[in-house]
């Protein structure tokens, strides 16, 4: 019945916008990279059918790669079962979402079957190297807390620390100290918060090692890619952690070995890397895979996510740095479950409205509004 009612509306015009975001502060750098900027102007896409109904989402198609879908049925397009249906119109992949729930009159995490909570946990994502600008006299250690501060009181209960100072930015021995001090240091200003850890591949299995070595009573909750993954250095890792630190997850999966070709089943990501992690899941070597919510797409994620689940692992969609990702990925998580937590992104929107959604004590709740929940101001 509900593709029945898609089929009642035919789009009628395709609309390329840009909306724009803020973060709280410029987020400086990580392991590899100098600067992430204060906030993205994102691309996005307006679809309205005859019948009034309209629905948008990011989209990053250029202009001569997106199908020119006026005149077709909705439910042509898309199954609210399956999600995008029609090959051509997966660069419309979110906007399609958006404008089925509207049709359907139902949320998004709604239409996925609402089996995971309302209430999605949600981690501060923000936190990244502060202490070492400016080059030529470092501020230090305080300014990355006082983030942490400032982000709590926005509502997050968990801190992902960006760690790796010492792969470009400062002499491995003091970097790898300053790692191991902010990460004490976090866990003992917010003693009831997560501790999470992201090195974005800095490090070597040795050096990361070490790091666990001056950490290890700290619960870390997660680590993120310690190094380039591979089976040896995992089984090395999952060694440490089963003595040290059982309780502590290893996810991995966000860097991209290899592009996904056009049209196939996980977007950006090849077949060949995302079946790596499979297998590395399988071996238990894993415990949540990573890759983006965006570059995978979301009706790829649906059809990836039985997968992730008959691996024996969890899911944690990449969402850095559009905070529309954020709530694209808590909506896949309240509706298809098996996700672990959502990287949170502060930030403020300038020209959409996503107060729908409310973070409180680490909990991103769920809006009931159709779609995704968002709305255009302009």
Same mark, same amino acid.
């Given at each position: ?161 960006? +760690? #790796?100072? *010492?792969?470009?930015?400062? !002499? ?7 790692? =191991? $001090? /902010? ?73 991209? +070995? #290899?592009? *996904?070709?056009?049209?196939? !089943? ?7 890397? =995302? $079946? /790596? ?102």
């Amino acid at each position: 019945m509900s593709r029945a009612l898609l089929d009642e509306h035919r789009i009628v015009e395709v609309r390329t916008l840009s909306v724009r975001c803020r973060y709280p502060r410029r987020i400086s750098r990580n392991s590899k990279l100098l600067n992430h900027g204060d906030g993205p102007t994102t691309q996005v896409r307006v679809l309205r059918t005859d019948k009034g109904a309209s629905g948008w989402g990011i989209s990053w198609a250029k202009p001569e790669e997106t199908p020119d879908l006026v005149g077709r049925a909705v439910g042509s397009l898309f199954d609210p079962d399956q999600g995008v249906v029609a090959p051509e119109a997966m660069p419309l992949d979110f906007p399609l979402h958006d404008l089925s729930g509207v049709i359907l009159g139902q949320s998004v995490h709604q239409m996925l079957g609402g089996k995971g909570p309302r209430d999605v946990p949600c981690y501060d994502g923000a936190i990244y190297m502060d202490d070492v600008e400016p080059e030529e006299n470092p501020v230090g250690l305080g300014v990355v807390l006082d983030n942490c501060r400032h982000d709590y009181d926005l509502g997050y209960r968990a801190f992902k620390l960006k +760690i #790796g100072r *010492g792969f470009k930015w400062m !002499p491995p021995e003091e970097g790898l100290q300053r790692d =191991i $001090d /902010l990460t004490r240091a976090v866990r003992d200003l917010f003693p009831g918060c997560d501790t999470l850890v992201d090195a974005n591949d800095g490090y070597t299995c040795d050096g990361f090692l070490r790091y666990l070595d001056g950490v290890a009573d700290c619960n870390l909750f997660w680590i993120e890619e310690p190094f380039q993954e591979n089976r040896d250095d995992l089984r090395r890792l999952r060694e440490f952690l089963t003595r040290r630190s059982p309780r502590t997850l290893v996810v991995d999966g966000e860097a991209r +070995i #290899g592009q *996904g070709q056009p049209g196939g !089943p996980y977007g950006g990501f090849a077949p060949e890397h =995302i $079946d /790596l992690l499979l297998g590395l899941a399988r071996e238990k070597l894993l415990d949540a895979l990573i890759m983006d919510i965006a570059s995978v797409g979301f009706t790829n994620w649906r059809r990836l996510m039985p997968a992730v689940t008959a691996a024996g692992v969890r899911a944690a969609p990449h969402t850095w740095g559009e905070p529309l990702k954020t709530l694209y990925t808590a909506q896949l998580a309240s509706g298809l479950g098996n996700t672990v937590t959502v990287e949170g992104i502060p930030a403020r929107a300038l020209d959409h409205d996503w107060n729908a959604y409310a973070l409180k004590e680490g909990l991103l709740r769920m809006p009931d509004a159709p779609g995704f929940g968002v709305k255009l101001l302009a």
